[in-house]
């Protein structure tokens, strides 16, 4: 049974978040599970972002896709997880790109807040919108944008829909990762402003999950169209 959000949030329609003919080209929804084959091919020498870039090509994809409520091992030898093994579930998807494309708000908001972590294995720089639709608050979060998204927003600034606001970052500004954007929905901040955790222990996925539901039914990717693991 649909919640009252998430039938709220399916009943309107959304700005693609990149360009379009990324978001609804051909995706290649990757598999970093702990059971996906790709860790048989790291393990033997392979670096799992040349893989990953390799089956993309392979492809012909336009997005890599990053899913949704999936655990994952390639947390724990960043800075940002040191003493944290625990939290391996991922709460938002990801959207591999290239640096330099532009991101764009997928409904009306304004910003709630924005920040720069530079530390290794985080979000880099990242911005959340404030939405509303039919009196249900909610915000959207982006990770490991470029710093210089960030020179031009404020506080409280109306972001309208489709209006670009950010840029997909370089390693060497977002946190260290490959270029993508981190999507994530999210209901209470819980009393932050410009970060909120993406990654989180399983044993708390049943509140986190709640939360943070499927960036999906906002992207509206289809996820079933092609997966490589």
């Known amino acids: ?19 379009s003919e990324l978001q609804f080209g051909r995706p290649l ?6 059971q996906s084959d790709i860790w048989d091919k790291v393990r033997a020498g392979h670096n ?42 991922h709460i938002g998807i990801d959207l591999g790109i290239l640096a330099g494309h532009p991101v764009y708000a997928p409904v009306d908001g304004v910003v709630l807040g924005f920040g720069n972590d530079p530390t290794e294995g985080s979000y880099g720089p990242t911005v959340v919108l404030r939405h509303e639709l039919e009196g249900v608050v909610f915000h959207t979060l982006y ?5 210089t998204s960030l020179d031009t927003l404020a506080a409280g600034q109306v972001i309208v829909q489709g209006e670009q606001f950010a840029t997909i970052g370089e390693p060497n500004e977002n946190g260290g990762w490959p270029p993508h954007l981190h999507f994530q929905i999210v209901r209470d901040m819980q009393g932050k402003t410009n970060d909120y955790t993406g ?5 708390d996925a049943q509140f986190y999950l709640a939360n943070c539901p499927d960036p999906n039914w906002i992207l509206g990717i289809d996820l079933e169209n092609t997966v490589i693991n």
């Open 1 to 19: 049974m649909k919640s009252n959000f998430e039938a709220i949030i399916k009943r309107h329609q959304y700005h693609p978040v990149i360009p």
């Open 29 to 34: 929804i990757v598999d970093l599970s702990p």
């Open 48 to 89: 799992y972002e040349l893989e990953i870039k390799r089956q993309a090509a392979q492809l012909g994809a336009t997005v890599e896709v990053g899913r949704y409520a999936e655990e994952r091992l390639i947390y724990q030898d960043t800075a940002n997880f040191v003493g944290e093994e625990a939290r391996t579930l």
């Open 143 to 147: 990770g490991h944008l470029a710093a």
């Open 199 to 203: 990654v989180v222990d399983p044993n």
